[in-house]
């Protein structure tokens, strides 16, 4: 039994007996005196088991067990480390083994379920063939404990979860499966929590920092979500409205919690003045060709400020030496580079992008990272936030671009440093019109691509209305569908020299 359900059997008898001793003695004020002293010391009783709590012995997670062949491993963010397992078949079985170290007396599985018209799934869970939890219906969507008594020696154990639902419409979901020792007195926890700075424009971004102790898990609410570790950092990203962000720690004796506020203040945007604009051009290539012609062109073009880096979609995990020198060689001219990294629509695992990442930097020492085929919908959002703080924490002032290719959700500028706002033809551009919130921001926030501009001329009406359209990054291309952006347009000098001349002085 738990310290809270033994204070509560406790507090049951004490009342019963409170109540016997107050109908008899009530006329005596000595005996009133024996009832101030009973609740007295009921007082240090219920302080004591408040600090009196067991310890953990050993926590298995789902993921590493055995799983039968319908269930799956899924990526959940309010999980610990990040994921769970599915059942989705009746009769179906986790199965494993653990070490103790030392006695446990109690249990706790992790676990949520969904519903049908038919209801929920239920758990069954056995330890060494002994049933420790008996068809229990998981009737959440949320992470719930379902608690168990059991009495362990300091040994290896078998243990097997079971999905003993006779339902086929609905999912049990498992995170950790946490073991217990005797009750020990732990101490009250508590957390720092503070964001810095707490005041910023728009666009600006701000850092949540926090420790707690005497907590086993912390999770994020309000402005942000999912599980956090107990002490660490967090960059908000770029944001465009005032933000809070609350923290909720738990512990064997107790949860603590505390929010802060971000207040973002808006940027004013001078009005009347040109937008200084950057050349930003996608280099796609093949590692294995020469890559001369590449830096030769770069090198003879004044005001490229930036390069898509994109040889084969990716960086390989092996250096390419011509490839590498090419980079080295436009570093020096001072054009800035991303790294290309596919997320097709949001559906790349976050661990396999942060690889990509990783080998752009070991392998080339790109920190810049081009995100394509990023997803439109407000759902993805979370996902591109959590790579762009990823980029920012492994290198400072590294930056991120969106490459959405339509004007997203407005949400989206707190997912990445640079959005794409257009990706597409010149005939389309022309009857493309941008929502006002988009003025409230930096021009340099803006890339638009616009290729199939077939002259100088047209290319020149583009740059003027990116600038219009409260766009730094561009660039402009005659050439057209599957090979765009392989080759240079023919009129790529004149284009340099009009992106350099559509700046205020």
């Given amino acids: ?59 298995i997670q789902a993921e590493s067990m055995i799983l039968p062949a319908s269930a799956s491993v899924i990526n959940n963010s309010t999980a610990s480390g990040g994921k769970a397992v599915k059942l989705t078949t009746p009769g179906t079985s986790l199965t494993g083994t653990f070490n103790l ?57 078998t243990l097997k979860l079971t999905d003993t639902s006779k339902l086929t419409c609905r999912s049990l979901y498992i995170d950790d499966i946490v073991l217990y ?79 802060v506020t971000v207040t973002v203040t808006p940027t004013v945007i001078a009005t009347g003045n040109p937008t200084c604009q950057t050349l930003a051009i996608p280099m796609f290539i093949n590692q294995g060709a020469s890559n001369n012609t590449w830096y030769d062109a770069i090198t003879s073009i004044l005001g490229v400020g930036v390069i898509i880096a994109n040889p084969s979609n990716r960086p390989g995990t092996a250096v390419n030496n011509a ?71 492994q290198t400072a002032n590294s930056e991120t671009i969106l490459n959405i290719g339509t004007v997203p959700d407005q949400s989206y500028m707190n997912a990445g440093d640079i959005i794409v706002t257009f990706e597409g033809d010149y005939a389309t551009y022309q009857n493309t019109t941008f929502p006002a919130w988009v003025y409230k921001y930096s021009a340099s926030r803006f890339y638009n691509i616009v290729y199939n501009v077939p002259n100088q001329g047209f290319m020149t009406d583009v740059l003027n209305q990116a600038e219009t359209n409260n766009v730094s990054y561009v660039y402009v291309t005659n050439t057209i569908k599957p090979n765009l952006f392989n080759s240079f347009p023919s009129y790529i000098s004149s284009e340099a020299k009009a992106v350099q001349a559509n700046c205020s002085q």
């Fill in 181 to 259: 020792g005797p009750s020990t007195i732990t101490p009250k926890p508590t957390i720092s929590f503070s964001a810095t700075p707490v005041s910023i424009t728009t666009g600006a971004s701000s850092v949540l920092t926090w420790n707690s102790t005497n907590v086993s898990s912390c999770t994020a609410s309000g402005d942000w979500v999912g599980k956090e570790p107990v002490t660490g950092s967090y960059s908000t990203g770029a944001l465009n409205s005032t933000q809070k962000y609350s923290l909720d720690c738990n512990g064997i004796s107790g949860n603590v919690a505390q929010t």
């Fill in 1 to 59: 039994m738990f310290p809270n359900e033994i204070l509560k059997d406790d507090l049951n008898k004490e009342t019963v007996k409170n109540k016997s001793i107050k109908n008899k003695l009530f006329s005596s004020w000595w005996k009133i005196g024996l009832i101030i002293l009973v609740v007295a010391a009921l007082g240090g009783y219920v302080y004591f088991a408040y600090l009196t709590s067991p310890s953990v012995i050993a926590t």
């Fill in 101 to 157: 170290p030392s006695k446990a007396t109690s249990m706790i599985v992790i676990a949520h379920g969904s519903n049908c018209s038919q209801g929920w799934p239920a758990l069954t869970v056995n330890i060494d063939n002994l049933r420790v939890i008996n068809n229990i219906s998981v009737n959440s969507n949320n992470w719930q404990n379902y608690i168990a008594n059991v009495s362990l020696a300091s040994s290896s154990h």
């Fill in 323 to 393: 490839f590498l020198t090419t980079l080295e060689n436009i570093k020096t001219v001072g054009t800035s580079i991303y790294g290309y990294v596919d997320t097709a629509n949001a559906t790349v695992s976050i661990a396999n992008v942060e690889a990509t990442i990783n080998n752009w930097k070991s392998l080339y020492g790109v920190t810049n990272i081009f995100f394509d085929n990023v997803s439109t919908g407000v759902a993805g959002e979370p996902y591109y936030q959590t790579l762009t703080n990823y980029v920012h924490q």
